[in-house]
């Protein structure tokens, strides 16, 4: 049976009215590699495109039922990229991570996975001699993995070129092992060896069709099948 995997939507803004979506690329990605796809939704009643991250008060039990419900359907959860962290973000990053559920953080999730625990909900800006946030680019820039990660057994190789679409990037979080970065040390990928799958990659590989990014997928709806 294939597995099922929740993607987190995100606000977009076409024509000035508000959307919860989720980017078609994440959909036939997953759907390519052997996924069923699902979107996982909040429960409240705040236009997320209307309030900003700090006014928006912690989610409700009710709310945060709804979002149980949802995840537990799922096999394995997608944080996808965006341009914003609300407060259901959190909660699902932290049900996931508590319950060893199987999390693939991309761009903005990375960044989301790299809050868990922390009081500041705060990255960095982009300020280096690499331009990180490059449209419709396959390959940007290049990132050297740790090789006693989790991500290179994934892939097996220690150097090889991303996409780049980000002008924000992840602080050090303690709780996670730092295992890969850009060469202007950006900070690239983040992981939990001890859980199945918490893994958060800053490229884009939903926009590669090539083995470093399909063996990442792959590896990852594979886990979620288990």
């Known amino acids: 049976m294939k597995p ?9 803004y076409p024509g000035g009215t508000h959307k919860l979506v989720i980017n078609d690329e994440y959909r036939r990605k997953l759907i390519s590699r052997g996924a069923d796809v699902t979107m996982i939704l909040p429960h ?11 006014d928006q008060t912690p989610i409700t039990p009710d709310e945060e039922a709804s979002i149980i419900r949802q995840i537990n359907q799922c096999d394995g ?3 996808p990229g965006g341009f914003k962290t609300n407060n259901f973000d959190l909660f699902i990053m932290d049900y996931c991570i508590r319950n060893d559920i199987p999390c693939f953080g991309i761009c903005l999730g990375m960044q989301i996975l790299s809050f868990y625990k922390k ?30 990660s989790k991500l290179y057994s994934i892939i097996g190789e220690e150097k090889f070129m991303v996409n780049s679409r980000h002008n924000y990037h992840a602080k050090d ?21 001890d859980k199945k799958f918490i893994i ?3 490229w884009h590989p939903e926009k590669l069709d090539d083995e470093n990014s399909n063996k990442i997928f792959d590896y990852f709806i594979d886990t979620c099948k288990n």
């Open 173 to 193: 979080n303690p709780l996670f092992d730092n295992v890969a970065y850009a060469p202007d040390g950006i900070l690239e990928a983040i992981e939990m060896k």
């Open 77 to 79: 959860i997608l944080m």
């Open 4 to 12: 099922l995997i929740g993607i987190v939507a995100r606000v977009e």
């Open 200 to 202: 958060g990659v800053q």
């Open 119 to 148: 009081e500041e909900i705060a990255n960095d800006k982009n300020e280096t001699e690499i331009n990180h946030c490059v449209e419709d680019v396959d390959y940007v820039h290049e990132v050297t993995l740790d090789t006693n």
């Open 44 to 54: 409240g009643l705040i236009d997320y495109g209307d309030v900003a991250s700090k």
